[in-house]
Structures are given as structure tokens and as C-alpha cells.
């Protein structure tokens, strides 16, 4: 899933900011960046 995509799960939801927390989120383990977007790790 691409930022974009995850926004549309939250209300009021930027991709820019969504796409600050996914990268957290790689870098905790929790998820994983791949060419298509992110999955879950």
C-alpha cells in the first residue's frame, strides 16, 4: 500500500504526515517498505 492509500483509512488523515508514521513504523519493525508501498511486517 502506498502512503496515499493508508490515509484513506483515517479520518482527516495528510499523506505526508502518514507517510512520516509509516516510515517510523519500517524502522520499528512493524512494517516494511517495499517498490509497491508498505506492507506489514
Same mark, same amino acid.
Given at each position: 500500500? =502506498?502512503?496515499?492509500?493508508?490515509?484513506?483509512?483515517?479520518?482527516?488523515?495528510? =499523506?505526508?504526515? &502518514?507517510?512520516?508514521? #509509516?516510515? =517510523? #513504523?519500517? +524502522? #520499528? &519493525?512493524? +512494517?516494511?517498505?517495499?517498490?509497491? &508501498?508498505?506492507?506489514?511486517?
Amino acid at each position: 500500500m =502506498t502512503a496515499a492509500e493508508v490515509a484513506k483509512f483515517f479520518k482527516n488523515a495528510k =499523506t505526508p504526515r &502518514g507517510e512520516e508514521i #509509516l516510515d =517510523t #513504523l519500517v +524502522a #520499528l &519493525g512493524h +512494517a516494511r517498505r517495499t517498490d509497491s &508501498g508498505y506492507t506489514p511486517a
